[in-house]
Nanobody, 123 residues
Framework: QVQLVESGGGLVQAGGSLRLSCAAS??????????MGWFRQAPGKEREFVAA????????HYADSVKGRFTISRDNAKNTVYLQMNSLKLEDTAVYYC??????????????WGQGTQVTVSS
């Protein structure tokens, strides 16, 4: 069993910044061996890939829509993955989900999911 708990969401004005955190735990879960990802789902839309990071942190992938604005990082000592979001746009409004044990070419196939944290960008 893997628990992923997201935090850091909230209401922010367009152009502002937020940092999301995801704390991972589990009796047999080895965070330092797990590729991690962030996804989001806006109202009325399907969940979409945002960013992913390899277990070592050496490889990252981003959706074109967030490239240059968002940064994914991880702290293996704290079992935590982060998503720094800058220059936020109205269209970034969504529930953001953390995911673990991600695989595939761009690490978009993930086995475990958090409950999500709401990010709302206002004008």
């Amino acid at each position: 069993q893997v628990q992923l708990v997201e935090s850091g969401g909230g209401l922010v004005q367009a152009g502002g910044s937020l940092r999301l955190s995801c704390a991972a735990s589990g009796r047999t879960f080895r965070f330092s061996n797990s590729n991690m990802g962030w996804f989001r789902q806006a109202p009325g839309k399907e969940r979409e890939f945002v960013a992913a990071i390899s277990w070592s942190g050496s490889i990252t992938h981003y959706a074109d829509s967030v490239k240059g604005r968002f940064t994914i990082s991880r702290d293996n000592a704290k079992n935590t993955v982060y998503l720094q979001m800058n220059s936020l746009k109205l269209e970034d409004t969504a529930v953001y989900y953390c995911a673990a044990d991600c695989s595939g070419t761009r690490l978009t196939r993930c086995a475990y999911w958090g409950q999500g944290t709401q990010v709302t960008v206002s004008s």
